[in-house]
């Protein structure tokens, strides 16, 4: 594979060279699969010949060279003496290390030891979430950090001692950062503060449930009115993509996912190949809580999703239906990712809105549900609705079944 990329032989000669040489294909061929460009991979190659070399003037060879982050960042302070540091190097060394591990050439990463003491608590706590919790990474993406923080806000750069913690010091961590959140992000961040310290007392490392003193966010039923687009809107959305461009076709059906059939930003990120249904027409839908659902592929939903696959789809390994264009090939990493998809076409359509998120789209379907006769029953199905009270905010933009219920004003008399 390491052909591929050069065939002079005075560069495969350096590129063989040291104790990595043996495996510089097997880093050539993941290049490759990834869909990095030529000049691209050839930098990398070089930077790891050039690690293989550094190696080999300190006599290690693979099996004895314990290569981990350690010996990595020793080698770049070493070439940041010599020449400019790369923001591409760490990254390319992170991919050497993978391999080598996958490979069983070295030995598996260590626990993370960066933080010490709150590493330790975080990990701990991440895998009761997973394991006894059974909560998704999103989830989990969302928890950490606040416990995270709130650690930090009270320990600073002391011992951490939990059987320390207080109501005050919760009213103080509260006070100071519900200020400069809204409301929603309020409510998450007192749900993960409520269930890290439930936690921290289960296992008996703070002498009261102090997940108690947490007030909660006011959150009145149906308080707000639903945010939604216009059909004329969403059609502007969808015919601002370039449909002969590989991203054009990307998110032109990543838009048409969100808005024919609601599906939620993150199960968008983590549909796979084998969630189409091609004979059957149907997509299997990942939703919360590992849920498994089924929605009928509508025609223009499954052309704009054959084109891409066809057209535009990377070549590479991963399974995911919706590819990163720049190398490397591989699933979106979160559901920020379309949200930016449509954040884009909001500015490419010169639509000016507040809210410009994922979510927006899902609820112009179900308004547009509603307006032409949908029952409530059937907007909670399609948006897949676990508690039918969900949908229940909807009826507030019902202006027809509204306007039935209205009664006259006391008082009101007939000028007639």
């Known amino acids: 594979m390491i052909h591929h990329y050069s065939q002079s032989p005075e560069a495969l000669e350096r590129w063989y060279a040291g104790p990595l040489g043996n495996h510089i294909d097997g880093f050539a061929k993941l290049l490759f699969d990834q869909g990095y460009a030529t000049n691209t991979a050839q930098t990398k190659i070089r930077l790891v010949a050039d690690l293989s070399r550094w190696l080999e003037r300190k006599q290690l060879t693979v099996r004895d060279l314990?290569?981990?982050?350690?010996?990595?960042?020793?080698?770049?302070?070493?070439?940041?003496?010599?020449?400019?540091?790369?923001?591409?190097?760490?990254?390319?060394?992170r991919a050497l290390l993978k391999q080598l591990r996958n490979?069983?050439?070295?030995?598996?990463?260590?626990?993370?030891?960066?933080?010490?003491?709150?590493?330790?608590?975080?990990?701990?706590?991440?895998?009761?979430?997973?394991?006894?919790?059974?909560?998704?990474?999103?989830?989990?993406?969302?928890?950490?950090?606040?416990?995270?923080?709130?650690?930090?806000?009270?320990?600073?750069?002391?011992?951490?001692?939990?059987?320390?913690?207080?109501?005050?010091?919760?009213?103080?961590?509260?006070?100071?950062?519900?200020?400069?959140?809204?409301?929603?992000?309020?409510?998450?961040?007192m749900t993960a503060l409520r269930s890290f310290l439930h936690f921290v007392y289960q296992k008996g490392q703070t002498p009261t449930d102090l997940s108690?003193?947490?007030?909660?966010?006011?959150?009145?039923?149906?308080?707000?009115?639903?945010?939604?687009?216009?059909?004329?809107?969403i059609e502007r959305l969808l015919q601002s993509c370039d449909k002969s461009s590989i991203i054009g076709q990307r998110d032109y059906a990543v838009l048409l996912l969100?808005?024919?059939?609601?599906?939620?930003?993150?199960?968008?990120?983590?549909?796979?190949?084998?969630?189409?249904?091609?004979?059957?027409?149907?997509?299997?839908?990942?939703g919360k809580s590992f849920r498994q659902d089924r929605l009928p592929l509508l025609q223009d939903v499954g052309e704009a999703l054959a084109t891409y696959l066809y057209q535009g789809r990377p070549r590479c390994s991963s399974r995911r239906v919706f590819i990163r264009n720049m190398a490397p090939h591989k699933g979106f990493s979160s559901s920020t990712a379309i949200g930016d998809i449509v954040r884009r076409a909001f500015k490419r359509a010169g639509l000016q809105r507040t809210h410009k998120g994922a979510h927006l789209l899902r609820h112009s379907l179900a308004t547009q549900m509603l307006n032409k006769g949908s029952s409530l029953n059937e907007i909670g199905e399609i948006l897949r609705h676990e508690q039918p009270h969900t949908t229940e905010i909807y009826a507030k933009v019902d202006w027809m079944a509204l306007k039935s219920l209205a009664q006259p004003w006391p008082g009101e008399w007939n000028h007639e």
């Open 212 to 233: 108690t003193c947490v007030p909660t966010v006011a959150n009145w039923s149906l308080s707000e009115l639903p945010i939604f687009l216009k059909p004329e809107d």
């Open 103 to 189: 490979d069983g050439l070295i030995r598996s990463s260590p626990p993370a030891v960066e933080g010490g003491q709150i590493d330790r608590i975080e990990n701990d706590y991440g895998r009761y979430l997973t394991q006894e919790r059974g909560l998704t990474q999103s989830t989990l993406a969302k928890y950490l950090p606040i416990m995270r923080r709130f650690l930090i806000v009270r320990f600073g750069n002391s011992l951490i001692s939990l059987e320390e913690l207080s109501p005050d010091d919760i009213t103080q961590f509260i006070l100071h950062h519900a200020q400069a959140c809204g409301r929603r992000h309020s409510q998450v961040m």
């Open 258 to 286: 969100l808005a024919r059939l609601g599906l939620r930003a993150g199960e968008v990120v983590h549909m796979v190949l084998e969630d189409i249904d091609w004979d059957a027409g149907e997509l299997i839908i990942r």
């Open 66 to 93: 314990d290569l981990d982050e350690n010996r990595i960042n020793e080698y770049l302070k070493f070439r940041a003496n010599h020449l400019v540091p790369n923001r591409n190097d760490k990254p390319t060394f």
